[in-house]
């Protein structure tokens, strides 16, 4: 049986809103960004960003640091890619063998599909 993690449970919760997939969108475009900027960017109130900021944060898809006054988010991809190692990489490896093997057998080449 498999163990879940459950901070791995926060990441989906927190990548299951759009508007929070919307937030990380931006961060990614315009890294370093006040909570200002978020809300023009998003056309957001500073309340309804700073509960969503907060949701990230804790599922760890979003840092902070403080400069000053201003306290800047940036985007933390470890997450995501910890989905994509878990989820999708060990699932892709096969369908990518299967689509090398019917290349190969749609050109005649050896090593083609079996049974042919």
């Known amino acids: 049986m498999v163990a879940y993690i ?3 449970d ?3 919760k ?3 809103d759009p508007t929070r997939r919307r937030i990380l969108d931006e961060l990614m475009a315009h ?3 006040t909570l200002k900027a978020i809300c023009q960017l998003t056309e957001m109130t500073r309340q309804g960003v700073s509960k969503h900021l907060g949701i990230l944060e804790a599922a760890g898809l979003v840092v902070s640091q403080r400069r ?3 306290k800047l988010h940036y985007l933390n ?3 995501v890619q910890q989905i994509a190692e878990r989820w999708i990489d060990k699932y892709a490896h096969s369908n990518l063998a ?3 093997a019917l290349k190969a057998a749609v050109e005649g080449q ?3 599909l079996q049974g042919e």
């Open 77 to 79: 991809p470890v997450p």
């Open 6 to 8: 459950a901070p791995m």
């Open 10 to 12: 926060e990441v989906f």
């Open 110 to 112: 050896p090593g083609g």
């Open 68 to 70: 000053g006054r201003e």
């Open 14 to 16: 927190a990548l299951a």
């Open 31 to 33: 890294p370093a960004s």
């Open 98 to 100: 299967a689509l090398t």
